[in-house]
Nanobody, 114 residues
Framework: QVQFVESGGDLVQPGGSLRLSCVVS????????MGWYRQAPGKQRELVAA???????NYADFVKGRFTISRDNAKNTVYLQMNNLKPEDTAVYYC????????WGQGTQVTVSS
């Protein structure tokens, strides 16, 4: 069964930090590269960061130097450390494989506002 369970979203002030977590069903986690995506109101979902099974990473230009993706293979979990958050980072954040499968989790809301 394919399952993505995201958590860690919150309301944070500009310049603040959050760490998102996503527990993934093991059969998926161990066989695919993983990614974090986000969707802001009225906008399409976009890829934020990705990590291969071996740990190689890549980032969208708008988060480079601020966000870090990582994975814990023992816990079937992928993380997104977000620093220096900006109001334009406000969105629902999702994890999925990269490229993504058709099934999505519920996402976790990140709101950056003073």
């Amino acid at each position: 069964q394919v399952q993505f369970v995201e958590s860690g979203g919150d309301l944070v002030q500009p310049g603040g930090s959050l760490r998102l977590s996503c527990v993934v069903s093991r059969s998926i986690f161990m066989n695919y590269a993983m990614g974090w995506y986000r969707q802001a109101p009225g906008k399409q979902r976009e890829l934020v960061a990705a990590i291969t099974r071996s740990g190689s990473t890549n980032y969208a230009d708008f988060v480079k130097g601020r966000f870090t993706i990582s994975r814990d293979n023992a816990k079937n979990t992928v993380y997104l450390q977000m620093n220096n958050l900006k109001p334009e980072d406000t969105a629902v954040y999702y994890c999925n494989t990269q490229p993504s499968l058709r099934i999505w989790g519920q996402g976790t809301q990140v709101t950056v506002s003073s």
